[in-house]
């Protein structure tokens, strides 16, 4: 039950970052605690505090002037710019049930692209993806996209080389008590950054990532950090708990590293012939690119430190640590969000063969050490069961893009591009409907998004607080936050569950994406068939009985629901069993449990890729040329490379109206690291606010100085709502810090067709003019 003191209550609640016990005192929340069994909760929970934050928060149903008048004939280059006029909620459903019935009956279904991003709540109910993608089926499709911007490269290459889905691997990494037990090495290519295990989807009951890494160096597993960003391990909000040794290496040369241990595994007679002739397909052929058969050039220690900047001893005695006894090769998502970015992923999995360790406990790769919490930290415990989740339905409609690629899309309906073996036309889309995300936050080159942001005759957005998406919509419908409405906590991601009971009325006139659509559909004729007849509780107890059925089924009891409901978090860890994973399966007998590749190996080279033709991804791993690289011809006008990782005090941008995010910032910029040696040759102190440029875009930041960032880079992280000084310049100064104005929007390859924002080249310089105010905390022109 809810634990309550004198006129205060306090009520469990989930969320990404973490599950907590809100305390509200009538409708105000007053309070943010942690629960006793997390060992090291988020600091980000504690921005739930300012969940109904005035300046930020929408409070009716708002329409772009522009389109009140004229609708879908208005001028869109207007988004942003015009001011919005408050409406009622009957003429604001009336609005978007006319533009959609327009787009499907004069341009087709495929006219509609559904928009959303997964993660507007931990709640199994109100998830906004499900809700949205649910409606548009039942109103006859929409087309749709696939893959993700964090693991789109990773989900494309992996399957043709393991035979296993990305998402389903990276819950089959080694285990902290495998590796404290059995590995004596762990080489971390990206790291595994505690920032990012903060948060874990659909939830997270107890924050461990810290105590098992530490846990493995206390063992003497050595560890090393391969990044330009040296506390991207042994580093968390606590600030550091291990000193792992750090490879300081240029960005985007990892592919280069693990070929020059690689070529010095076969120099030196170190590589696992019987496991590469029992377990792998193609050796044979990668083996002549690798020593310089093929292009004359050998991929030995020596290149590979031109490219890297680590010294060629340092990789030659690497490979021979590695080697002699049982290791660890970790690789982050970051190095899949660069050009080429299937290659880094490819080659690591190529050089755990070389070295045999795969399928043994403690030993192998591990894809996704520090990328979200349970990716990597999960154990053997894996849930057994499903979690019941609002059904989406079929999409009746086919067409679909990889998901990165929205801006092209828009700007270029008809053309055809290749994507993992397949052709793909892009559609005309008429209407955009986007809830629960953010594309002004982590889509690549900004500018250009806000130049396709103009096709389009309808922007529909749901959305809780005025993010940069809400501010370029025609049509803004206003959502309860986790706090305003019931809901299920839990995943097949996380073996606790809570219950999730509304704590405060909901803000102003805003209502659950459920409610919203469930109107919508009502005057398109198919409430009902939305609904099935049931209320926000009626689904919260029926998909609660789904997952007590399926857990039953499996061998584990939950509580009924009337028990679940009025309690708070519980794990069902004692009743799991720890299982084996696919590759420990594989290795033990590869007959019985072979991969899902055409061979039924590990596909060093693989024939599928190689038939398709590609000039940007051949058919075995290796290394190509970036167009931005340092070094590069473009590093003479540009010549600091940007990394734009993910941010320490928020998700993605999700809360950057919190006090965690905002106490941190720099004179309200987002707070960007260099190097001292880089700021002393620009002179630029700590504290100022610096020009972030180059020919794409530019943006403010806040400066700190650090030895934690390599020399040549400098650290932006994603996040800060997006805010252009003049919305009516397509190439404005952006004043908050969103990197993204500055990144380049290509594909990874044609196989993968994935984000490449970490492949970017910058410039920075001391901004010496009067800073312009912060608008995105506060409501925009009404």
Not at 127 to 135: C, I, K, N, V, Y
Request: aromatic share 10%; glycine share 10%; with cysteine.
């Amino acid at each position: 039950m809810s634990k309550t003191t004198k006129n205060t209550t306090l009520i469990p609640t989930c969320s990404h970052w973490g599950n907590y016990l809100v305390e509200a005192e009538g409708n105000v929340v007053t309070a943010i605690h942690s629960y006793a069994e997390d060992p090291d909760p988020s600091p980000i929970g504690q921005s739930l505090l300012d969940a109904l934050d005035k300046g930020v928060r929408i409070p009716q149903p708002m329409v772009r002037a522009g389109y009140l008048q004229d609708e879908w004939n208005s001028d869109a280059s207007q988004r942003g710019i015009e001011p919005f006029v408050p409406v009622t909620w009957q003429k604001a459903t009336a609005l978007a049930a006319r533009a959609l019935k327009r787009a499907r009956d004069n341009y087709g279904n495929e006219s509609i692209y559904g928009g959303s991003y997964g993660w507007g709540s931990a709640g199994r109910f109100h998830h906004s993806q499900s809700q949205l993608h649910r409606f548009l089926n039942q109103y006859g499709g929409y087309t749709s996209s696939v893959a993700s911007y964090s693991t789109a490269a990773a989900q494309a290459i992996m399957p043709h080389v393991l035979g296993v889905s990305f998402l389903r691997l990276v819950f089959h990494a080694p285990t902290s008590d495998d590796v404290a037990k059995h590995a004596r090495t762990m080489l971390l290519f990206g790291g595994a950054a505690m920032k990012n295990t903060q948060v874990n989807s659909g939830g997270l009951g107890a924050h461990t990532a810290r105590d098992q890494l530490l846990k493995m160096s206390t063992a003497g597993v050595r560890i090393i950090c391969v990044s330009p960003v040296r506390d991207d391990v042994g580093t968390d909000h606590s600030g550091t708990f291990i000193e792992p040794e750090w490879w300081a290496c240029c960005p985007n040369s990892d592919v280069a590293i693990m070929l020059g241990l690689a070529h010095t595994l076969v120099e030196e007679g170190l590589h696992d012939r019987d496991f590469l002739e029992k377990y792998t397909e193609g050796f044979e052929r990668f083996l002549p690119y690798l020593m310089g058969e093929t292009d004359g050039q050998p991929k030995n220690a020596q290149w590979a430190s031109a490219l890297s900047d680590i010294p060629a001893e340092d990789i030659r005695q690497m490979a021979r640590d590695l080697a002699a006894e049982r290791s660890v090769l970790g690789i982050s998502w970051s190095l899949q969000r660069q050009q080429h970015g299937e290659q880094p992923y490819w080659m690591i999995t190529v050089l755990g063969a070389m070295l045999g360790h795969i399928g043994k406990p403690g030993g192998g790769v591990a894809y996704g050490y520090g990328c979200i919490h349970n990716m990597g930290f999960l154990g053997r415990k894996l849930p057994a069961f499903s979690t019941g989740k609002f059904s989406q339905g079929q999409n009746p409609v086919s067409t679909f893009i990889p998901v990165a690629r929205i801006s092209d899309m828009l700007l270029n309906p008809g053309a055809v591009i290749d994507f993992n073996g397949q052709r793909v036309t892009y559609p005309d889309i008429k209407l955009v409907y986007w809830a629960g995300g953010n594309p002004f936050h982590h889509h690549q080159d900004l500018n250009r998004l806000r130049k396709a942001w103009q096709r389009p005759e309808t922007i529909i957005v749901n959305e809780q607080v005025w993010t940069a998406t809400a501010r370029q919509a025609d049509i803004v419908f206003p959502c309860t936050t986790t706090l305003e409405r019931n809901d299920l906590g839990g995943s097949s991601y996380d073996h606790w569950l809570s219950p999730m009971r509304k704590v405060v009325e909901p803000y102003a006139q805003s209502r659950s994406d459920f409610e919203v659509f469930s109107c919508i559909a009502g005057q398109l004729g198919f409430e009902e068939k939305f609904t099935e007849g049931r209320s926000e509780m009626e689904w919260i107890r029926f998909l609660y009985d789904q997952t007590r059925s399926d857990a039953a089924d499996n061998g584990v009891s939950l509580p009924a629901f009337d028990d679940f409901w009025a309690g708070q978090q519980f794990s069902v860890e004692d009743q799991l069993a720890e299982v084996d994973f696919p590759l420990e399966k594989f290795r033990h007998d590869p007959v019985a449990h072979p991969l899902d590749t055409p061979s039924g190996k590990i596909e060093i080279f693989s024939e599928t890729i190689d038939g398709f033709g590609y000039d940007d991804c051949r058919g075995h791993a290796m290394w190509f040329e970036k167009d931005e690289f340092p070094g590069g011809a473009r590093s003479a006008e540009f010549p600091l490379h940007l990394v734009s990782n993910q941010p320490r005090t928020r998700l993605h941008s999700q809360l950057d109206h919190g006090r965690t995010s905002r106490n941190a910032k720099v004179k309200g910029r987002e707070l960007m690291r260099m190097n001292p040696s880089d700021a002393a040759a620009r002179n630029i102190k700590a504290g100022d606010v610096v020009r972030v440029f180059n020919d794409r875009g530019a943006c403010l930041a806040g400066v700190a100085l650090s030895d934690n960032i390599r020399p040549g880079v400098i650290e932006l992280p994603t996040g800060s709502w997006y805010e252009p000084l003049d919305a009516s310049d397509p190439n404005s100064l952006e004043t908050h810090g969103n990197p993204n104005v500055l990144t380049r929007d290509i594909g990874t390859s044609k196989l993968g067709q994935g984000p490449t924002a970490h492949s970017c080249l910058v410039e920075v310089e001391l901004f010496d003019q009067p800073l312009p105010e912060i608008r995105s905390f506060r409501q925009p022109g009404v």
